[in-house]
Antibody, heavy 115, light 111 residues
């Protein structure tokens, strides 16, 4: 069974850093495309980042230069390193498998940026 | 402001048919990129409902269907049921932004 489980969310001050993890089971992360998508409280979905099977990475303009997507093949886990966090980064962050669309999504991790 | 435009809300009585529109532009839907739909129940993650404009993943009832024409797409739900009450999002790819783009979401209320 395919599963994605996010962790690492929490409260962080503006300008701070946080690393989210997305542990995958039922499929091999290095052979798949994995995205991060976020949802601010009461708002819609916003694509954040994508990593290809060949390690190519892509980012939304809103996070480019501040966020880094990566993976640990030995742990079958995806990461999102978030630096220079702003209040507008407050959201539930989901990892989702897929290139054209997300066929499996994790349950989400809440990141709150506030002083 | 979302790249794809959806109505904020739609409603219908049990058993009725409702449609949700999704309007894009020449850099996403109009460029030929497929449209996909997600259902998000309160407090849960999005769930894939329709992929590739009009395909249903295993387990999704055939009451749900999708279509695409030009720069727009639509999700139709027939035989409305109480459990269909949720937020619905359309999604495509945008060549100028280089990633997925979403509609702002449509809240479906079953009266």
């Amino acid at each position: 069974e395919v599963q994605l489980v996010e962790s690492g969310g929490g409260l962080v001050q503006p300008g701070g850093s946080l690393r989210l993890s997305c542990a995958a089971s039922g499929f091999i992360v290095r052979s798949n495309y994995i995205n991060w998508v976020r949802q601010a409280p009461g708002k819609g979905l916003e694509w954040v980042s994508l990593i290809f099977s060949d390690d190519s990475t892509f980012y939304a303009d809103s996070v480019k230069g501040r966020f880094t997507i990566s993976r640990d093949n030995s742990r079958n886990t995806l990461y999102l390193q978030m630096n220079s966090l702003r209040s507008e980064d407050t959201a539930v962050y989901y990892c989702a498998r897929g290139y054209n669309y997300g066929d499996y999504w994790g349950q989400g991790a809440l990141v709150t940026v506030s002083s | 402001q979302s790249v794809l435009t959806q109505p904020p809300s739609v409603s219908g009585a049990p058993g009725q048919r409702v449609t949700i529109s999704c309007t894009g532009s020449s850099s996403n839907i109009g460029a030929g990129y497929d449209v996909h739909w997600y259902q998000q129940l309160p407090g849960t993650a999005p769930k894939l409902l329709i992929y590739g404009n009009n395909n249903r993943p295993s387990g999704v009832p055939d009451r749900f269907s999708g279509s695409k024409s030009g720069t727009s797409a639509s999700l139709a739900i027939t035989g409305l049921q109480a459990e269909d009450e949720a937020d619905y999002y359309c999604q495509s790819y945008d060549s100028s932004l280089g990633g997925w783009v979403f509609g702002g979401g449509t809240k479906l209320t079953v009266l």
